[in-house]
């Protein structure tokens, strides 16, 4: 027997189309969550298409990567929702196919390379190791290559004058999630800082000294630690390089938002990390976050300005972070005249406190209260209490209503869906009631 007889032979089978229903759900699901996931967060996969452009040498792309963020998120949540409801029963798992057929071979090379860390397949939501990606992928084309065979042996939940409808609405939900996470904040926070983390580490003993912190000197390329009492000697060839507070593990400030965890480093123009310094004053503190100090545009000069007279006014800290050189800094500061200081900090880490560029992030007594790219808030001309300014963007609610609004356009469309044949069915038990009677007679 040929497959292709075989794959004739037991599509009738209930065994078979049970199987390809849960297969729609399981490859529909997977396919739906990571175009979700990758909508939520627009800055953190267009971040990882840069990653994977830079690691394979497209630099000249770079100026597309937001744009297939983008994308990649709408055609896979697409795909997905268009699998999991049956819709276009032929032409959706041939798009499935396509997809895995591009990105297994990616996922291969990156586990083999590790020229990506991570992948990315599902934004920062969850986490997969490169291998651990691959094989996911393996079975995801598997599931794929069933529903080529046997996807049509179940009917659509919806007919196919309305299919189309399903992907706009589909196409809709996840752009308006896009917008959102793109041009405020994202409508769920996977990363490690969300609102209410401290990010001033509590003790008991607020009093620092010396032997609260640990050197790092540098010999023959080497780096080693000393504690206070135990400094070598410059003379003999060391060279002082930093230090960090004791109290941190590996000088990075604790964050505390359920569990502590390693967190954020701030470092002046010298390299000295001073993150407690910088972020333990009891007052209120605003963190203007630039990723990319080169990209940011002179006109928010005045928006960061006016935020800046609106903090000194209301005896708040400001403070600028970026991964940015000492030259640009200075460069920064001469053409926007910015009075508030500004320290360097991680790339990575800083992208992951705030999305934007510039983002703003509001601390009070060390704790995220929240947090807004600049362009997005409205207020900052106007004598607004600072606590208040970047409150009006609740996203809990925004993202209940967008999906409530993506049921009910689904259900309205399966009912417009399924009241022509009701109602033609109806008409035609009419007739054939009437023509029975009119035999009868």
């Known amino acids: 027997m040929t497959i292709k007889a075989f794959i004739n032979a037991v599509k009738g089978?209930?065994?078979?189309?049970?199987?390809?229903?849960?297969?729609?759900?399981?490859?529909?699901?997977i396919f739906a969550f990571s175009g979700f996931a990758k909508g939520i967060d627009p800055w953190g996969t267009y971040y990882k298409v840069s990653d994977y452009l830079t690691a394979m040498g497209?630099?000249?792309?770079?100026?597309?990567?937001?744009?297939?963020?983008?994308?990649?998120a709408a055609i896979e949540f697409m795909i997905g929702i268009a699998i999991i409801v049956g819709a276009y029963r032929r032409s959706s798992p041939w798009m499935a196919l396509v997809f895995m057929l591009i990105m297994t071979p990616i996922t291969l090379w990156i586990a083999i390379t590790g020229a990506v860390a991570d992948c990315g397949c599902f934004g920062d939501a969850l986490h997969l190791s490169n291998w651990a990606t691959f094989g996911k992928n393996l079975l995801l084309l598997l599931g794929v290559i069933y529903q080529l065979?046997?996807?049509?042996?179940?009917?659509?939940?919806?007919?196919?004058?309305?299919?189309?409808?399903v992907m706009a609405v589909s196409?809709?939900?996840?752009?308006?999630?896009?917008?959102?996470?793109?041009?405020?904040?994202?409508?769920?926070?996977y990363r490690p800082y969300p609102i209410g983390t401290r990010l001033v580490a509590t003790t008991d003993n607020n009093e620092e000294s010396e032997d609260d912190y640990t050197f790092i000197y540098r010999k023959d390329g080497v780096e080693h630690e000393f504690s206070i009492d135990s400094l070598p000697d410059e003379e003999e060839g060391w060279e002082y390089v930093t230090r960090y507070h004791s109290r941190r593990p590996n000088g990075k400030i604790i964050v505390q938002n359920g569990n502590d965890q390693d967190g954020i480093a701030?470092?002046?123009?010298?390299?000295?990390?001073?993150?407690?310094?910088?972020?333990?004053?009891?007052?209120r503190t605003v963190l203007l976050l630039f990723p990319d100090l080169s990209q940011v545009g002179v006109v928010n000069s005045y928006a960061l300005n006016e935020l800046n007279d609106a903090a000194i006014v209301a005896e708040a800290n400001v403070v600028g972070l970026t991964p940015a050189t000492a030259e640009e800094i200075e460069q920064w500061q001469d053409v926007s005249m910015s009075s508030y200081p500004i320290y360097n900090m991680d790339d990575s880490e800083l992208k992951m406190v705030a999305r934007g560029n510039p983002a703003v992030v509001y601390l009070q007594d060390g704790v995220i209260q929240w947090k807004r790219t600049l362009s997005s808030i409205e207020d900052v001309e106007q004598p607004v209490e600072l606590s208040e300014m970047g409150k009006d963007y609740n996203p809990d609610t925004i993202l209940t209503r967008l999906l409530v609004y993506f049921m009910i356009a689904m259900i309205v469309l399966l009912f417009i869906n399924r009241t022509y044949p009701v109602m033609k069915h109806l008409h035609s038990r009419k007739k054939s009631k009437n023509r029975q009677l009119t035999t009868d007679n």
């Not at 100026?63 to 990649?72: E, K, N, S």
């Not at 196409?171 to 926070?189: E, H, N, T």
Request: one cysteine or more; glycine letters at 6%; a negative charge.
């Open 13 to 29: 089978e209930k065994w078979c189309q049970l199987l390809t229903v849960l297969m729609r759900l399981t490859v529909g699901g």
């Open 58 to 72: 497209l630099d000249q792309w770079a100026d597309t990567a937001l744009f297939i963020a983008v994308a990649l």
């Open 149 to 165: 065979a046997f996807n049509r042996s179940v009917r659509s939940i919806y007919g196919p004058a309305i299919q189309w409808m």
């Open 171 to 189: 196409f809709a939900l996840v752009m308006a999630i896009a917008y959102y996470g793109y041009f405020k904040q994202p409508l769920i926070d």
């Open 266 to 283: 701030i470092l002046d123009e010298e390299g000295n990390d001073v993150t407690i310094d910088v972020l333990s004053d009891s007052r």
